[in-house]
């Protein structure tokens, strides 16, 4: 993080400095998209945010019929710094951010959270200044996840994810967000079938968004 600097007047050192706050901010649970013939696509801010604020995943699916993280989800991600180009006088912009990691600590009062209830992923994240970044961000990383299924159980249980992101604008200056809370649901075996449907179509495949097994915006497409 960016250090504050304490000046000593008429030698007093002066103990009223502040560090900055976050320039960055994890604003909204995004809906993710309907899957299309080419996947699942985010755009650079939610088209639909997540009105009940609540997830839910089987980490007995996610776990063990995808190669994904246990419990993903688009997140909009603001960057509040406005651009510092200058034409004139040449100077570009320093003022994009960057984030490198995801902070992720769990609680429930249902469970006991296993590992000392914390997990960290690194994700290369760009936000532009005065812009927004929608990142699909491992809430439930896949590690986690496999350590958490030993306390899940068939009935759904509620885990608290508070996640923060850690990164750096480009004049050098670290940030570290606030934290966002995201209630899920979380079972081993409540899901209601562990692979997708099939479709009424041969040809068509069923698509999750972010995928199958948690929370997701599904659909039949033709490839």
């Known amino acids: 993080m960016k250090r504050c600097l304490l000046p000593v007047l008429f030698g007093v050192l002066v103990v009223g400095c502040k560090q900055p706050q976050p ?6 649970l995004c809906f993710p998209p309907t899957p299309e013939s080419g996947g699942c696509a985010y755009s650079a801010s939610c088209e639909a945010i997540e009105a009940g604020g609540r997830l839910a995943v089987d980490l007995s699916i996610t776990n063990n019929y995808l190669f994904n993280d246990s419990l993903v989800w688009p997140i909009e991600i603001r960057n509040q710094s406005p651009s510092n180009a200058d034409v004139e006088s040449g100077r570009v912009n320093t003022s994009d951010a960057h984030i490198t990691e995801f902070q992720m600590t769990y609680s429930s009062p249902g469970l006991t959270v296993p590992d ?8 290369a994240i760009h936000i532009p200044a005065d812009g927004t970044t929608v990142a699909v961000v491992s809430l439930i990383p896949k590690a986690y996840g496999l350590s958490l299924i030993t306390a899940a159980s068939a009935d759904p249980v509620e885990v608290r994810v508070r996640v923060k992101a850690i990164g750096y604008h480009d004049n ?3 940030f570290e967000t606030a934290e966002l809370e995201v209630p899920v649901e979380v079972c081993d075996g409540c899901w209601w079938s562990p692979l997708p ?8 495949a ?3 968004c ?3 097994g948690q929370s ?8």
């Open 206 to 208: 069923y698509l999750s």
């Open 172 to 174: 050098g200056i670290e």
């Open 197 to 204: 449907p099939a479709c009424k179509t041969a040809t068509d």
């Open 210 to 212: 972010p995928q199958w």
């Open 216 to 223: 997701a915006a599904e659909k039949c497409v033709t490839p």
């Open 23 to 28: 320039t960055v901010a994890l604003t909204s």
């Open 116 to 123: 000392g209830g914390a997990a960290t992923i690194r994700q």
